[in-house]
């Protein structure tokens, strides 16, 4: 079978639609594949003597979500969800802890 292409311009623009059209299908299915869920957050206030390690310990301990997870990435969690650069906490402060 031997094709000739006539039009070039239009043979392009044909391309490049149905690759438009593809691209649109593709990025509306993967939108209703990916789940929204809220996060859910629980607060706590920093007690005298607490440190990052040992709330993150406490949560490993007793927060389902944070079983079989590192403290090294329990603390990283803490600090990003808290928008917090470094580990120093002061008393009565809040976290936001993830449940």
């Avoid at 990435?73 to 809040?94: C, V, Y």
């Amino acid at each position: 079978m031997n094709l000739k292409i006539v039009n070039g311009k239009k043979f392009i623009r044909s391309i490049a639609f149905i690759f438009a059209i593809l691209f649109g299908i593709s990025f509306m299915i993967s939108n209703q594949s990916l789940s929204h869920t809220e996060i859910q957050y629980k607060t706590i206030y920093v007690a005298k003597g607490d440190t990052l390690w040992s709330i993150a310990r406490e949560e490993q301990e007793n927060n389902p979500y944070y079983q079989n997870k590192s403290i090294q990435n329990i603390i990283a969690e803490i600090k990003q969800a808290n928008h917090m650069k470094n580990s120093d906490l002061k008393i009565h402060q809040e976290l936001r802890i993830r449940e």
